[in-house]
């Protein structure tokens, strides 16, 4: 929260001046602020949001079982997921395609605001626990007979979304705070969010952190009053991801076309430079890395209701790197790439355990090594080398 | 005692009675005690008998209360020696403190053996567990005992027995004695003189003895806390010497080439099996020499390491400088590839290495602390790691080429030194490392293709703590982070304890963020 009124304050001294001399037909040079998103963009998006929109209620809910149209409960979920994933592929680009930060600890985030709606889906269950009791049941095999302070008022949905918000960015601020301050970079804080989220890992796996150690938070039983495997609860748990998915894609794309965004973009091309200019980059790096870490928890919590398991397997540093894989496969800095890379790695992994487990870590690493090698920009560096090649013939 | 004897004495050829014996058949243990000591007082033939009887389970008793020693299929009573029918006589019954009380003083009786040997191994177990009831036994086998070694042993174990004898001046001679030893388990024997009982007043009423024994519980304590000290030393020590091995060669490459390599922990892991593989080649072709299989497992992983570090670099890593966070994903990924490629060579499962015969076992420094030998050879062999590394570096030709390049790359380009093929051989020179790090390791922690994974991000941090590109920095870095870490752990436990170690790291570099992070010479960014 600081950091965007303190970012806000920066950027009042540093980046104001521009606009001014805009308004009064006075230009520094300074090219127009792009569109949100062009005119065929915007149709594009509106065409999917109704096909998505009506296809998926129809599919799931109108279509018979047996019919091949029917979406099935493992297509949606594996659907659901991968918009998860987007979504969190979204937030690193954010800081890495944009503020050149690499996170190998966003996934930390992720599961962060996955806890966070854990907590309250934990506490919904209510006495239909294995024991019957007030408390989850974890607790109850651990010998506890109060809920810790920290479980207080996480029976209220809306507390727990705040959760998932304010957590995720606490976390965030405060580590980004003390390592942004240092100006650490580069490898080194990607290796220190490493650490970071194995801390973090090592911390829920202990019983005692009240997190349900190892198995986390499963067996949920119903979100916001609905039964949560119904496929009606279900088929909104989708839409909501699929409209966060939308307007996380549409807030960060203001973000990075925003004056903002600008001097954010500078502090990845040449933080020194930006630094000679005046600029404090500690606001900006604070507030997109936060924005980012947010948007992280909002993908978990998105995530935790549709997969119905959390656990601290999930903030391994592993799954964080994969993450950054995403976005590299999709294209850095292009915000659509990592939307397209989440999907297309999932999608690869999917097909791959299913049907050749042992050779998916195979696939993935050659991932890993060859698209930085051959594919620098990603997929969409690839579809911008083609179209840039029918242009010229 | 003195009575028991006399009384027992009209009787001449059974030196038992029946009111001897008569409480073991009933059911209170408290009786069953009383008798057993008054068997070890007697302790002559039919005594022994009865106390053999009862360790081995052989001992009946039969309702009207007399004892039977069972043999074979015959009975005899214990107290007439006739042999009589066993009937329904169930077995006598004994509890875990009687039993070790009977075991006792049948080690007891062996005292007065006339061969030494057996002597010594009685004594041994009586120090062990010496029960009070053996002090008539131990008296005696004092006043008989010549050969001086087992006097003194002897001395301490009646000291042991005579902790509540009923004459303070024995008492005071027995805490002296019993404090002498040095022995941690004595605190257990010193403690209850000193304690109070309920109304107050001193369990030990002589002031001498408690005094002598609180000094000796003093001492014991003292030697508790130093070896509780030299030990969380000695494991932050040897924590630290493997961190250093996995650091050392991180440290290097990063130095030189600025790249962090993901893939580094699987340099020790497949070091750590190029020791295993050299083991097996052992064990089938050279059973006779397999204590020396190190000496070749030593050279063998630092190639087999340095040979995957130098394909590396040659295939991937080259087309990728100057762009530092892909290669931390690229060498990601070649670490996923070569922990799958080692689980489909060698399996999912640890494999087994073994420790040769003279690494095995340790050196008893404290009463309770002993140093394997494993651990002191990998902390020697990580120190004579970082003499080569310092050798390499700052005596030979590649050495002083490296730092060059490390300096200035562009200026070291400019005067001749091919900076791309130095990379290679700095690269494959920091794998090597890794490899030997490997080696050590499979000498005292499980070698599976998960190996490399549990060590990366500790050594990730020792190369922060100590910087980059000198030598000195990740030697402090290394042993600091594994002292550190250990002086925690007793503390607050292992998982916290790596939280606490990633917090201070994290603060220490808000203190020292140039110091440590800066790259000296060609570090000025864009």
Not at chain 1, 100 to 123: E, K
Not at chain 2, 44 to 73: C, I, N
Not at chain 2, 194 to 215: C, H, L, N
Not at chain 2, 470 to 497: C, D, H, N, R, Y
Request: net charge positive; charged share 15%.
């Amino acid at each position: 929260m600081t950091s965007a009124t303190s970012s806000a304050h920066v950027g009042a001294g540093g980046g104001d001046l521009p606009g001014r001399d805009a308004q009064s037909g006075f230009a520094l040079g300074l090219p127009p602020r792009p569109a949100l998103l062009s005119r065929r963009a915007w149709l594009a998006l509106i065409a999917l949001i109704i096909v998505f929109g009506l296809g998926v209620p129809f599919a799931t809910l109108v279509v018979p079982e047996t019919s091949a149209l029917h979406l099935s409960a493992y297509a949606m979920t594996i659907t659901g997921k991968f918009m998860c994933y987007a979504i969190a592929a979204l937030a690193l680009d954010l800081v890495w395609g944009y503020c050149g930060i690499l996170s190998l600890g966003h996934a930390l985030f992720f599961a962060l605001g996955g806890y966070a709606i854990g907590m309250y889906l934990m506490r919904a269950i209510g006495h239909e626990g294995k024991y019957g009791s007030d408390l989850p049941d974890f607790m109850v095999f651990l010998d506890w007979h109060q809920l810790p302070w920290y479980w207080q008022g996480t029976q209220h949905l809306g507390y727990a979304l705040l959760l998932v918000v304010l957590v995720p960015a606490v976390v965030a601020w405060v580590f980004g705070f003390f390592t942004f301050r240092s100006r650490v970079k580069g490898v080194y804080l990607s290796i220190i969010t490493q650490a970071m989220t194995f801390a973090a890992m090592l911390l829920f796996y202990r019983n005692e952190t009240g997190f349900g150690g190892n198995n986390g938070f499963t067996d949920f039983k119903r979100i916001g009053g609905f039964p949560i495997t119904h496929p009606g609860t279900r088929t909104a748990v989708l839409l909501i991801t699929f409209a966060v998915l939308i307007l996380a894609f549409l807030g960060a794309r203001a973000i990075v076309t925003s004056k903002l965004g600008r001097v954010v973009t500078a502090v990845r091309d040449g933080e020194t430079r930006l630094m000679f200019l005046g600029y404090s980059p500690l606001a900006y790096k604070l507030f997109v890395w936060t924005v980012s870490a947010v948007l992280c928890g909002i993908a978990g919590a998105l995530y935790v209701p549709q997969v119905g398991i959390i656990n601290p397997g999930e903030m391994s540093p592993g799954n964080s790197i994969e993450m950054a894989i995403w976005v590299a496969v999709g294209g850095r800095g292009t915000l659509i790439g990592p939307i397209i890379g989440a999907f297309a790695v999932n999608g690869a992994k999917s097909f791959f355990t299913a049907n050749f487990p042992e050779y998916w870590l195979f696939f993935l690493g050659l991932i890993f090594v060859l698209v930085p090698l051959l594919l620098p920009n990603g997929i969409m560096g690839l579809i911008e080398l083609m179209t840039r090649k029918r242009n010229r013939s | 005692m003195a009575l028991v004897l006399f009384a027992g004495a009209p009787l001449a050829a059974f030196a038992l009675s029946p009111a001897d014996v008569a409480p073991l058949a009933g059911d209170d243990f408290d009786a069953k005690s009383a008798a057993i000591d008054k068997l070890i007082a007697n302790h002559d033939k039919e005594s022994m008998a009865v106390l053999k009887a009862l360790s081995d389970d052989s001992a009946l008793a039969t309702d009207s209360g007399a004892v039977l020693l069972q043999d074979g299929d015959t009975a005899k009573d214990a107290v007439t020696g006739k042999t009589v029918a066993a009937g329904d006589a169930q077995p006598v019954t004994l509890n875990n403190l009687l039993r070790s009380k009977v075991a006792g003083a049948l080690s007891g009786l062996q005292l007065d053996s006339p061969d030494r040997a057996t002597r010594e191994a009685a004594i041994t177990s009586l120090l062990q567990n010496p029960d009070p009831s053996i002090k008539p036994l131990v008296d005696a086998a004092r006043a008989k005992e010549t050969d001086p070694a087992l006097k003194k042993r002897l001395d301490t174990l009646w000291a042991m027995t005579a902790l509540h004898d009923t004459d303070p001046a024995k008492r005071l001679e027995a805490v002296q004695l019993v404090a002498a030893r040095h022995d941690l388990d004595m605190n257990e024997l010193l403690r209850p003189l000193v304690a109070k009982k309920p109304d107050g007043t001193f369990v030990e009423a002589d002031d001498r003895v408690r005094a002598a024994a609180q000094s000796g519980i003093d001492e014991l304590d003292a030697i508790q806390r130093r070896s509780q000290i030299a030990g969380t030393l000695f494991a932050g020590l040897s924590l630290g010497s493997v961190l250093l091995l996995a650091a050392l060669g991180l440290a290097i490459t990063y130095g030189l080439i600025g790249v962090i390599n993901m893939a580094h922990g699987e340099f020790l892991m497949i070091g750590a099996y190029a020791t295993y593989v050299v083991q097996n080649l052992f064990q089938r072709f050279a059973p006779g020499a397999f204590d020396w299989y190190p000496l070749l497992a030593v050279p063998a992983s630092f190639a087999a390491a340095g040979l995957v570090g130098i394909v590396l670099e040659r295939l991937v890593l080259k087309h990728l400088y100057g762009r530092p966070l892909e290669t931390l994903l690229t060498t990601f990924g070649v670490s996923l590839i070569l922990i799958q490629a080692t689980r489909m060579l060698f399996g999912a499962q640890n494999v087994q290495v073994v420790n040769p015969a003279w690494m095995s076992g340790g050196v008893t420094v404290l009463p309770n602390l002993i140093l394997p030998y494993n651990r002191l050879a990998i902390l020697a062999f990580s120190l004579i790691v970082v003499g080569i590394a310092w050798a390499v570096l700052t005596k030979t030709r590649l050495g002083l080429f490296v730092r060059a390049v490390t300096q200035n790359r562009r200026m070291a380009a400019c005067v001749g030194v091919k900076t791309a093929r130095v990379d290679s051989y700095a690269f494959a020179f920091g794998a090597g490392i890794a490899g030997l790090g490997g080696c050590a390791l499979s000498q005292i922690g499980n070698v599976g293709p998960d190996l490399g994974q549990s060590y990366i991000i500790d050594s990730f941090m020792a190369v922060v703590l100590g910087g980059v590109g000198q030598l000195a920095g990740t030697v402090i870095g290394g042993f600091g982070l594994g002292l550190v870490s250990k002086a925690i752990e007793p503390f607050w436990g292992a998982v916290l304890a790596k939280i606490a170690v990633l917090v201070l790291i994290v603060l220490f570099i808000q203190k020292r963020p140039q110091g440590m992070f800066a790259l000296k010479g060609r570090s000025a960014e864009a």
